[in-house]
Structure formats: C-alpha cells, structure tokens
C-alpha cells in the first residue's frame, strides 16, 4: 500500500509539474503584426498584458487606446493621422492614449496602466494630442516623432515615472512637451527636440522629475513652470539642455502674462535646480512682452519663485540674460556665464 500510495503521490506531482509548464507556455508574451491597411487598436485588443505589437508601414487613420498593462507598441515607419470619426471620451483628439481609470473630477486614480511603451511612431495633425498619458504609471515614450498637436505633442496627466526620451515634435499650440496635474510625476525628460511650438516643455501642478539634454528652440518659451492654481510646479533638475533662439511671442492668458523671447520660464516655481545649460540667443518678438535668458517671477495668481537654484550655466545673447522680479525667498542666480540682468549685478561673481 505504501508503494502504490508513493506512485499516486509521483503522478500527481508529475501532472502539476506538466500543468504549471503549460501554463507558463500558455502565458509567454506574444508578438503580434500589424500592416498597412490594418488597425492598430484590432491588435491592442487582441493583445495580452505583456505583448508587443510591431506596425509596419502605413498611414493609419485612427487614436489607439492602450488601457493594458506591459503592452510594447513599435512603429516602423508607421504613421498615425485622424480618424475620419473621432473617438469619444478622455481620448478624443489625441493619436496614442495611455488610459487609467482616472476620476477626472478629483483626479483620483483608482488604478494605473502600467509599463506601457511606445516607440518609432511619427503622429501627426490630431486635434488635443500627438501622445498622452492619462493615469499611467512609468509609461515610456521613445524616438517618436508629433508634428501640429491642437494642444500637446506629448503630454502626461495624473501619471507618474513618466520617460519621453529622444522624441522630435513640432508645431504643438500650446506646448511639444507637457507635464501636468501629477503631484509625484518623477517624470524624466531626455535628449528631445522640441521647436516651433508655443512652449517646448511646460511643467504645471506638477511635482518631482528631470529635464536633461533637451534642444529646445524656435518656440516662445523653451521652458516653463507654471505654479498657482491648481497646484505648485517644482522640485526638477534642469541639466544639460541647449535652450537656444526662443523667439516669437505668446500672449498673455489667464495662467501667463505675455511671453516673447523666454529661455527657461520659473513662474511661481520652487526648488527647480538649472545648472550645466546652455541658454543663448533668447529675444522677444514683442517688446512689450515678458523677456529673458532665465526669467524668475511671480505666478499670475502671485505665487513667488522661492528656493531656485540657476548657477554653473552658460545665459548669453539674451535680452537680458537673467531676469526677476524680486519676489520669493532663497532664489541663487551666480554664479553663471551670462553679462546682463534685470536687477543688475546677478551676472557678477
């Protein structure tokens, strides 16, 4: 009896052992082709958390939601224009949409899509967004290109560990880069192209995150914090970038006063650390407009630049180089390459 019960206890740890094997076979992740003529957002729901989906060629007219986790969506030579019928809901406008579940009334997130990637795409003419993230967790955003967004090429809200690295875009109307309404957004900013746009990165209500060897030129502003309502802006480091030949001229809003001719923007911003840039050429279109290398002032709500940090950078051919209002607290603007200031003497060591 001992022997037969020890055969049966073999058996069934054999049968468990070919059952946990084809399991882990069942659950390898796939790849899946998607051709032109075909639709992307088909293969992202016949997808499994976990699977690449590889576009090959094509211009596809359509906005692609991506609401499972792990998915790797790969363009190559792919491009993505409107829909002839906009898709409805939070995603209606943009090309790529990374989608939570996100109480937009509160800006609560119940539960994150995580570890989504998207890579190769060029995303064009859409109506709010080239790509966004909403309610997305450590999203990654590489070597895409997004030309002529209505609002943002890129943009990440209520969303955190956010990585848009070595994108090119374009013509957004009011900012290539965007980073808002994330309190922990830790979102890292790297090696981008951004131009002729109104801002070529613009962080408001948001919180924690890097900005490093960025081009930013041919746009109004080439970075901005905006704090004041609804929430502060700060606590980035600003490393390495190449902010050159911001030249043409916003207008003012209800967020911004007028801005012509901005290097990197702290409007009521805090504990941004600018250090190691180069900021050259900066000079408005609008003499009457807010201008500056690096422009340190209050919020238009009145919320003060307090404990910036702006020194070891390279501010010249601006007009002026550095300028603040005096406002906020704990501000160090030297010491920095640059020759003139408004108030005078903050480009002297």
């Not at 359509?62 to 792990?70: A, H, M, N």
Request: charged residues 20%; contains cysteine; proline residues 5%.
């Amino acid at each position: 009896m001992r022997h037969i019960s020890v055969l049966i206890t073999a058996c069934l740890l054999a049968l468990l052992l070919v059952m946990l094997v084809a399991g882990l076979a069942s659950a390898k992740p796939e790849a899946h082709v998607v051709h032109p003529g075909e639709s992307i957002q088909a293969a992202v729901d016949a997808a499994q958390p976990g699977d690449t989906i590889v576009v090959i060629g094509g211009i596809h007219h359509e906005t692609v939601v991506l609401e499972k986790d792990g998915i790797s969506l790969w363009g190559d030579k792919a491009v993505l224009e409107p829909p002839t019928e906009p898709k409805e809901g939070p995603c209606e406008g943009a090309g790529l949409c990374v989608l939570g579940d996100v109480d937009f009334q509160n800006g609560d997130v119940s539960e994150y899509v995580e570890d989504v990637s998207i890579s190769g795409f060029t995303v064009r003419n859409f109506s709010e967004y080239g790509i966004v993230a909403i309610g997305a967790r450590d999203a990654s955003f590489v070597k895409n290109r997004t030309f002529n967004a209505g609002e943002y090429g890129i943009t990440s809200f209520f969303s955190t560990g956010t990585k848009v690295i070595s994108n090119v875009t374009s013509g957004a109307e009011d900012a290539a880069i965007y980073v808002g309404d994330s309190p922990r957004a830790n979102t890292k900013i790297i090696n981008n192209d951004t131009h002729d746009s109104s801002s070529g990165i613009l962080v408001r209500n948001a919180l924690h995150g890097r900005i490093i060897a960025n081009k930013a030129h041919n746009n109004c502003v080439g970075v901005l914090f905006i704090a004041d309502a609804p929430g502060p802006a700060g606590e980035f480091d600003v490393n390495g970038n190449k902010v050159h030949d911001n030249t043409s001229a916003c207008p003012a809003t209800v967020e911004t006063p007028a801005l012509s001719g901005v290097g990197i923007g702290l409007l009521g911003a805090n504990d941004v650390e600018i250090h190691g840039n180069h900021i050259l050429g900066n000079v408005q279109s609008n003499p009457a407009a807010l201008s500056g290398g690096v422009v340190a002032v209050r919020g238009i709500e009145g919320t003060p630049p307090t404990d910036n940090t702006v020194i070891g950078n390279t501010i010249l051919r601006n007009k002026p180089d550095i300028f603040w209002d005096k406002s906020g607290s704990g501000n160090r603007f030297k010491p920095n390459n640059c020759k003139t200031s408004v108030p005078e003497g903050l480009c002297k060591r």
